[in-house]
């Protein structure tokens, strides 16, 4: 089993840089495959990125794709959500999350660990 934390949220203007950082604990993350959801108020929880267990396969959501980028530190045992030339629509609560499954899956359901979240505001 694996623990997830999320940091790195905040309130940034538009155009701007976050990162935000999943500390896992427990196992290692290379046990998994690992991605970000968000959530803005009102919406469903949606696909933002995955990364496979291996490192070497990522996957993003149209939205962000060409923006985001995610990556992982084996070392660290951390995975980062780069996000760049953010919006006003990125705004959410952003999710990290573990898969034991090998293939990337864009559903929610289909992982097994959450962290708590963390908030990304995007002003105008």
């Known amino acids: 089993q694996v623990q997830l934390t999320e940091s790195g949220g905040g309130l940034v203007q538009a155009g701007g840089s976050l990162r935000l950082s999943c500390a896992a604990s427990?196992?290692?993350?290379?046990?998994?495959?690992m991605g970000w959801f968000r959530q803005a108020p009102g919406k469903a929880r949606e696909f933002v990125a995955a990364?496979?267990?291996?490192?070497?396969?990522?996957y993003y959501a149209d939205s962000v794709k060409g923006r985001f980028t995610i990556s992982r530190d084996g070392a660290e045992n951390t995975v980062y959500l780069q996000m760049n030339s953010l919006k006003p629509e990125d705004t959410a609560v952003y999710y990290c999350?573990?898969?034991?499954?090998?293939?990337?899956?864009?559903?929610?359901?289909?992982?097994?660990?959450w962290g708590q979240g963390t908030q990304v505001t995007v002003s105008s």
């Open positions: 427990g196992r290692t993350v290379s046990w998994y495959t």
């Open positions: 999350t573990a898969r034991s499954g090998s293939v990337i899956n864009i559903a929610p359901s289909a992982y097994d660990y």
């Open positions: 990364i496979t267990k291996s490192g070497s396969s990522t």
